[in-house]
């Protein structure tokens, strides 16, 4: 079984990132940050509490939960979402809600780093974002 937790930067994205962030309804300076962002991750765990950090252009969040529960996910951007993480293996799957929209990111975790496939659930638009251990 793969490493989960661990420090992760940003390597590349799915010619189709464009395509997903455009469905996102973000105003444009947002999106414009997150075609260009490339942010590491700190990813820790302590007695099943998660921690999921975010560092991107100077700006930082922090995920905090556990397994199967819900909870408040704020972005680099400012939004919140409404979260559900679950482990299924090398794998987390989050589902999130923002504005009765659904997104599900599948965040498959290897050796070398993690995969995060993004799913927007309500256009049906996928990419991926490519992250290595550090």
Do not use: C
């Not at 999106?31 to 590491?40: C, E, I, M, Q, V």
């Not at 599948?106 to 991926?128: I, P, R, W």
Request: charged fraction near 30%; glycine fraction near 8%.
């Amino acid at each position: 079984m793969a490493q989960i937790t661990g420090k992760y930067e940003h390597v590349s994205d799915s010619p189709e990132f464009a395509e997903y962030v455009k469905q996102l309804g973000a105003p444009e300076p947002i999106a414009t940050g997150l075609l260009k962002s490339k942010p590491t991750v700190t990813i820790s765990e302590a007695g099943g509490v998660w921690t999921i950090n975010t560092k991107n252009d100077g700006k930082e969040s922090n995920s905090t939960f556990k397994l199967g529960e819900l909870y408040d996910e704020p972005t680099t951007s400012g939004v919140v979402f409404k979260s559900i993480t679950k482990r299924e293996g090398d794998k987390f799957i989050i589902e999130s809600s923002f504005e009765g929209k659904k997104r599900v990111r599948v965040y498959e975790f290897n050796a070398t780093g993690y995969v995060v496939h993004l799913k927007d659930e309500s256009s049906g638009v996928s990419a991926t974002r490519t992250y290595k251990r550090v």
